[in-house]
């Protein structure tokens, strides 16, 4: 029998903008705008977050799993 852990799964097709829906929703707050990218902070976080302004495209895998992990997601 095989067993198939939905949870872990990347999430297909997923856009900037809602990766920044996401951020939003766990506590994260637009700090500054830079050149290219959003700064996020978050008020229980030593660290902030860039989440690219690409709104309409769809984020690659690898970046996605990253920014989750940071995120809290």
């Not at 990347?10 to 990766?19: D, I, Q, Y």
């Not at 920044?20 to 707050?29: L, N």
């Not at 996605?64 to 992990?69: F, P, Q």
Request: charged letters at 30%.
């Amino acid at each position: 029998m095989l067993y198939v852990c939905i949870e872990n799964q990347p999430e297909k097709h997923v856009r900037w903008s809602e990766l920044k829906r996401k951020a939003t929703q766990h506590g994260w707050y637009l700090l500054r705008n830079g050149k290219e990218h959003d700064i996020y902070a978050h008020p229980d976080k030593d660290y902030n977050i860039q989440i690219p302004r690409h709104d309409s495209q769809e984020v690659r895998t690898g970046i996605y799993n990253k920014l989750k992990k940071q995120i809290g997601f």
